[in-house]
């Protein structure tokens, strides 16, 4: 075997043997490629896609802050496309600091193992902390599974409560990751024998299966809970699902995308607030015009540029259209996109 040789087979792994487990293959693998081309990753014949849903939501949901201060968020990892072709599976899971995960009546992290393990055995996840480089503080967990045969089902992996902090204020994003390592161990989503199939199929999982910095990073909140939580335009595109509280002020970024020499009285497509560029800044003002017109409305030419989404009239869409040019998946030439 190549890359990923499960470190779980035998028993319950630790981080900390884990850790002390450096000449096996796995702990010397450092990239969620598993030494395949991007090319032969895409092409796995097993494409293992993981998600968060918050109370049911896919993505992340937004609350008012009555419904969330202090109170429970019921949060599952999922997986699907990989029904009966998995056994043995790691994988880092955090969530912002200020979240506190459900505790059991032993004192122990309230944690229950979901519809698709049902046929593995589960170790008891483990906890760790880290921090982000903007500094922002996450808890994580490591949630693992193994067993006799490729018994992992679609469905729900795991599911556990987290706790929303007593003091969240309008407009707080608290961020949930799904990352393939963490300093400390490496992922994993492979079948019983360790065969290429399964290796293949564990390098789709860590790269095109969640969203990460180098391979898919293109997660964004919908329009919808944009305009209810302006912050989620330029929330981090390698995250995986948020909780968030409606209301607040848009967070802004220098990000921008394409300049552009055209004058606030020229159509340019995108440019909502017309200083000769299109950024995520526009897509927040468009969603200022849309909370408040008699503060924040769009005029003259930037309500021309705002209409980018195809459909007469501006929307959350339109704000949405400009996200994806920030992200990279449209050019800001390619303004108006066709309507669908």
Known sequence: MKKFLSLLLGGVLSISSMVSAGTSA????????????????????????????????????????????GKKVHVKLDVKGADKKYCSTQIWFFYDASLKIEMNQFGELDIEKGNALKGLSGSFPEAVDAKEADGRAMNGLFLSSMGKGDYGLDGTMWEFDLVVPADAKAGDIFPIDIRYNYGRGYGLFINNISDK?????????????????????NFTASAENTEKCPALAVIDKS??????????????????????????????????????????????????????????????????????????????????????????????????????
């Open 26 to 69: 796995i702990a010397a693998d450092t990239d969620e490629t598993g030494g395949f081309t991007l090319e032969e990753v895409e092409a796995s014949e097993i494409k293992p896609v993981l998600s968060v849903s918050v109370d049911d939501v896919k993505g992340g949901k937004v609350f008012d802050l009555a419904d969330a201060a």
């Open 197 to 217: 199939k399964g290796e293949l199929m564990s390098a789709y999982a860590f790269t095109k299966g969640i969203y990460n910095k180098t391979y898919n990073n």
């Open 239 to 340: 995250y995986d699902a948020y909780i968030a509280i409606a209301g607040g002020q848009p967070a802004v970024t220098a990000t921008t995308v394409t300049t552009s020499t055209k004058s606030a009285d020229k159509l340019f497509y995108g440019d909502a607030n017309t200083d000769g560029k299109v950024s995520v800044a526009d897509a927040v003002a468009i969603l200022q015009h849309l909370g408040n017109r008699d503060r924040y409305g769009l005029k003259g030419q930037g309500l021309v540029n705002a209409d980018v989404d195809g459909n007469a009239g501006i929307t959350g869409k339109d704000a949405l259209v400009i996200q994806q040019v920030d992200a990279g998946l449209i050019k800001a030439e390619e303004l108006p996109v066709r309507a669908r």
